[in-house]
């Protein structure tokens, strides 16, 4: 019953172990029955801008699941095609395009991309959020009936070697906070 408000790719980590995590709840709301609380009323829910879901960036509706979903197809769209879809070079192009702009289906740019996967990114990034996906969870059974998933242990396999030099530092780091100085005491 989490809105997180803010999914783009600088909040999904994978790690070590294959796994792929959504982080950093820091907008995050919690619904309540149909609604999204916030600390007041008024406060509006922003996320990046390349990353909102058009009735968000219009300030016509609150965030949603299906707000999170369209920014999920954005995530998922830039990882398979490698470029941007709304990012523009400024704020004002940048929210024009996410108001405006119609996404091609991703094989259109990476023609490997079977049409069961485009269906499946396209139908999270509807304009109208009624079109996307229910739950998160619909999404990804959508996701995994159109393509054969890499299991956690093939992902690590592959990301290990990449985080190697990042690892060694982050273990060497603890290393050196939690020597401990002994205490002195003054009498």
Known sequence: QIVHCDVSPHNVLVDVDGVARVADFGVARVRSGSRVSSSTEDEPIF??????APELALLSAPATPKSDIYA???????ALTGQRLFR???????????LTYCP???????????????????????REPEHRFETARDMA?????????????????WIEP????????????????????PIRTFA
Do not use: C, N
């Open 47 to 52: 996320g990046k801008l390349a990353y909102l």
């Open 72 to 78: 999920a197809g954005i995530v998922f769209w830039e």
């Open 88 to 98: 523009r070079h400024d704020r004002a192009e940048t929210m024009d395009a996410v």
């Open 104 to 126: 091609p289906p991703p094989s259109r740019i990476v023609t490997e991309i079977p049409a069961e996967l485009d269906e499946v990114v396209l139908r999270a990034l509807e």
């Open 141 to 157: 059974t959508a996701i995994e009936g159109a393509i054969s998933l890499a299991l956690p242990s093939e992902v690590s396999r």
């Open 162 to 181: 990449l985080l190697a030099d990042a690892i060694a530092q982050q273990t060497e780091l603890l290393a050196q906070t939690t020597k401990v100085a």
